[in-house]
């Protein structure tokens, strides 16, 4: 009974997360959010398949593999190719529909454009 609710709120927090993350407003509260739902699906899911030794593992690097990214050294950035980069992300953002708070393909605001783009150029 446990494990069939401990499912249960692991399969709703999975779809909050598509959710929120589907929305295009984003906040602090927002990504809050779905950093919470997910971490929630991850402490269920890991409850749920601790008695696999296999899934359980990859269960508990999954976090660590998530941050490697962040921890990697940077490169040099070339100011010309951010700034063309950005220009270009600028133009494949018109005729994005308008929406408050927006920062996304599917919506974004004036001041949601500046940082999608930067972000994307970076990407």
């Known amino acids: ?9 692991c399969i709703g927090s999975l779809l909050a997360a598509v959710v929120l993350w589907w ?3 984003s906040s602090k509260m927002h990504n809050g959010g779905i950093l919470l739902a997910l971490g929630l699906a991850w402490a269920l899911g890991l409850f749920i398949l601790w008695n696999r030794k296999k899934c359980r593992i990859c269960l508990i690097a ?10 990697l050294p940077q490169s040099k950035i070339d ?18 529909p308008y929406v408050w708070g927006g920062e996304s393909s599917r919506g974004i605001d004036c001041s949601g454009l500046a940082r999608k783009a930067m972000r994307d150029a970076f990407i």
């Open 1 to 9: 009974m446990c494990r069939r609710l401990s499912l249960i709120f």
């Open 23 to 25: 929305n295009p407003v």
């Open 62 to 71: 999954l976090p660590a593999l998530a941050t490697l990214p962040f921890l």
């Open 79 to 96: 100011q010309d190719q951010l700034r063309s980069a950005y220009i270009q992300n600028l133009r494949k953002l018109e005729n994005t």
